[in-house]
């Protein structure tokens, strides 16, 4: 079945202790993306990737790191994670051809920092 | 399910009856816009999506239209069904693979 899976779909963490959300697709995607959505806010996008090797910022990058060492994989790295950073998390992963339009979306990650 | 828009724009539309939901967008040059749709608890699913070149494209029961004076784009949803209730995005590529949402609308389809 194609998909996009996250792991874990739920974590509540203490300020400043290292965690990694992990994003794994099996559509061959070359494109994958982080997401935070906050109510009210939509979504909007963390960092961004349009093959291994190559990561772009997106609108509210501070605070996360990631890598895209495969194709396949595309984990969220938060160093010192912060009450703000409490959130929906959402990854997703398309083709690029044309631009990454039909995203296909992981069921979510929710996080909360205390 | 997850609530994700507390306060969000909502339409209330009658089974059987069309929706059309209002996206502004900020970029000029954004080449490409699409929209999806997010049941409550789920990841957002992509619906239709359409070129800037373009001011209307249709998919099944579905139709986007784009006014790239006034930076608006819509989405007429036909014969609105009980399985269309929930939140729906627009997006744009402001630049290559860099995607801005908008806030989103709830949609409540009433019997």
């Known amino acids: 079945e194609a998909q996009v899976t996250q792991n874990p779909r739920y974590l509540i963490t203490v300020t400043g202790k290292k965690l990694t959300v992990t994003c794994s697709q099996n559509m061959n995607h070359e494109y994958m993306s982080w997401y935070r959505q906050d109510p009210g806010l939509g979504l909007r996008q963390i960092y961004y990737?349009?093959?291994?090797?190559?990561?772009d910022k997106g609108d509210v990058p501070e605070g996360y790191k990631v890598s895209r060492k495969e194709k396949r994989n595309f984990p969220l790295i938060l160093e010192s994670p912060s009450p703000n950073q409490t959130s929906l998390y959402f990854c997703?992963?398309?083709?690029?051809?044309?631009?990454?339009?039909?995203?296909?979306f992981g069921p979510g990650t929710r996080l909360t920092v205390t | 399910g997850e609530s994700v828009g507390l306060h969000l724009p909502t339409l209330s539309v009658q089974e059987g009856d069309n929706s059309i939901i209002n996206c502004a967008y900020s970029?000029?040059?954004?080449?490409?816009f699409i929209w999806y749709k997010q049941e409550s608890g789920k990841g957002p699913q992509f619906i239709i999506d359409?070129?800037?070149?373009?001011d209307k494209r249709q998919g099944q029961r579905v139709t986007v239209l784009l006014n790239k004076t006034v930076k608006h784009l819509s989405l007429q949803i036909a014969a609105t069904q009980p399985g269309d209730s929930a939140v729906y995005f627009c997006?744009?590529?402001?630049?290559?693979?860099?995607?801005?949402f908008g806030a989103g609308t709830q949609v409540v389809v009433t019997p």
């Open positions: 990737s349009m093959n291994v090797e190559v990561t």
């Open positions: 970029n000029s040059a954004s080449d490409y």
């Open positions: 359409i070129r800037s070149n373009m």
């Open positions: 997006a744009e590529n402001v630049g290559w693979g860099k995607l801005q």
């Open positions: 997703a992963s398309s083709f690029t051809a044309g631009g990454p339009r039909e995203q296909y």
